[in-house]
């Protein structure tokens, strides 16, 4: 099967000129604040998904990911696919096991690679793919973020030792878990750098914003960010939905639900990404904790993103969001591409906080779309945590929690299910603690991760000083 040449991506607002995958690879947004999108999507007839089926990780990821960057030297995407899905980064020639639960009850194993959560599968292609355009350009990117936790040790695992590349991570200073900050101090890698403010989380995020709101300092250091809007992190976990796809089906075209723990919708618009691809997805179940944003959504059909006060921290605090990012791709889609009527829904966000399609005929392919929500709550993720290690002898994280909560609310007689499990509960060992009495296991090779030396900067909450010091870093 050859690849469909000439693939460009255009702005859900309708306003950036088409690109390539590579051309909008190193972007976060586009330039008129909407987010990339691939002007059609490549679609596989039940013949093609037939012969998907059997295909190792890295075999599958390449069918995949090749139709959405037919410009990418063929030889070099396969060999980057190979070392990035391999057992020495994931684990298992697997990457991303099944593991059945009981017949139909799933869960899918996305939390082995380096980090310990589901945001390595794509971070860890993407370090790859950033490195190879940077090296073709002769360019440098300065990453910078601001992390409570998963989303910044991922990005260090992916980018450390990449040429071309320096992150800038802050995070805020004795506010995470001792593993989680672990995970990221004691990397000594020159091309990390950690910066710990101390505040909360919301202050490393605005210091962020200021410092990329500074067009001439973002110009001049060249920032860039490695957010979960990226397209190509989108794609390369439309995998693992293909591959989980074909684990739990019984039979050939036999339709698979999915639960997924859901904030930025990042994870589980990658599950509806490969339902438009033509994978025989029944429903895509969001699981939200109590910053209920998407859930809100599902049931009412109202939008409405939270104020920075307004959002609760939760004891799975990797989905503690006030808006969905990758959301805005989801009713682009519905609304067949009209970047017009999007950008009005957009406007109306930017001038109200909130819109409401209840009343249009959006609402109804809203409720064709396969998508249902729920919410789960503090004591929900205690009782499922329980639960799941007394029926099932195995013990989850509380964001995977959330998912199985929710997903078992949602469940069909004779559907499979499958829960996506987003990071392992050595990561959030207090609630493991307040639901079990015990500690979770530790995964082989990170006893000890708490004393090695760490590599860490501190300061208190001002943009001139962390400018100052990416400054003296970039050149
Ligand atoms: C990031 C994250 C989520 C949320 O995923 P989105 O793509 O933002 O919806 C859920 N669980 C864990 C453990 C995460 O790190």
């Not at 972007?27 to 007839?45: H, I, Q, S, T, W």
């Not at 998904?49 to 890295?58: A, D, E």
């Not at 996506?420 to 500690?439: H, Q, S, Y």
């Not at 000083?465 to 990416?470: G, L, Q, R």
Request: hydrophobic share 40%; with cysteine; net charge neutral.
């Amino acid at each position: 099967m050859s690849a469909v040449s000439g693939l460009n991506y255009v702005s859900t607002r309708g306003g950036a000129p088409a690109t390539s995958f590579t051309g909008i690879l190193l972007e976060g947004l586009a330039p008129d604040g909407g987010l990339f999108v691939p002007e059609r999507l490549p679609r596989f007839d039940a013949a093609e998904l037939q012969s998907l089926s059997t295909l190792s990780y890295p075999d599958l990821a390449w069918r995949i990911l090749s139709r959405f960057a037919p410009e990418w030297d063929a030889q070099e995407l396969r060999r980057m696919l190979g070392d990035t899905y391999s057992r020495a980064v994931f684990g298992s020639d697997e990457v991303a096991p099944l593991r059945t639960l009981e017949p139909g009850l799933h869960l899918l194993g996305l939390s082995n690679g380096p980090t310990l959560a589901f945001k390595d599968v794509a971070m860890q292609l993407l370090g790859r793919l950033f490195e190879s355009v940077l090296q073709r350009r002769g360019a440098e990117l300065n990453v910078l973020g601001a992390t409570s936790g998963d989303t910044g040790s991922s990005a260090e695992h992916a980018m450390r030792g990449r040429r071309g590349v320096r992150v800038f991570m802050l995070s805020p200073w004795q506010r995470m878990s001792p593993f989680q900050a672990a995970q990221m101090y004691s990397l000594q890698d020159a091309n990390i750098f950690n910066i710990a403010i101390r505040g909360v989380f919301d202050q490393c995020q605005d210091i962020v914003k200021a410092v990329s709101g500074d067009l001439a300092f973002k110009a001049r250091h060249r920032i860039g960010t490695v957010n979960s809007i990226n397209w190509a992190r989108v794609a390369a976990q439309a995998v693992y939905y293909f591959k989980a796809y074909f684990a739990a089906a019984r039979r050939e075209g036999e339709p698979v639900s999915f639960a997924v723990p859901s904030g930025n919708f990042g994870n589980i618009y990658a599950g509806y990404l490969a339902q438009r691809m033509g994978l025989p997805v029944r429903r895509l179940i969001v699981a939200t904790n109590e910053n209920n944003v998407l859930e809100e959504f599902f049931r009412s059909g109202r939008y409405r993103v939270r104020a920075t006060a307004e959002v609760r921290h939760t004891s799975s605090p990797s989905m503690d969001i006030a808006k969905s990012s990758n959301f805005e791709r989801y009713l682009y889609d519905l609304l067949d591409g009209d970047a017009r009527s999007l950008s009005r829904l957009w406007a109306r966000l930017e001038s109200d906080g909130v819109f409401d399609v209840s009343d249009t005929p959006l609402w109804a392919r809203v409720r064709a779309s396969g998508f249902v929500a729920g919410t789960s709550t503090h004591a929900d993720r205690l009782a499922t945590i329980r639960e799941v290690q007394r029926t099932y002898g195995t013990i989850v994280d509380p964001h995977t929690a959330d998912g199985i909560k929710v997903g078992l609310q949602y469940r069909e007689r004779d559907v499979p299910l499958v829960c996506l499990e987003t990071a392992l509960p050595v990561k959030f060992a207090d609630i493991i603690r307040e639901a079990l009495g015990r500690d979770p296991a530790r995964p082989p090779g990170f006893e000890g991760l708490e004393s090695l030396p760490q590599r860490v900067t501190v300061f208190d909450p001002a943009v001139a000083a962390v400018k100052e010091f990416i400054a003296q870093h970039t050149t």
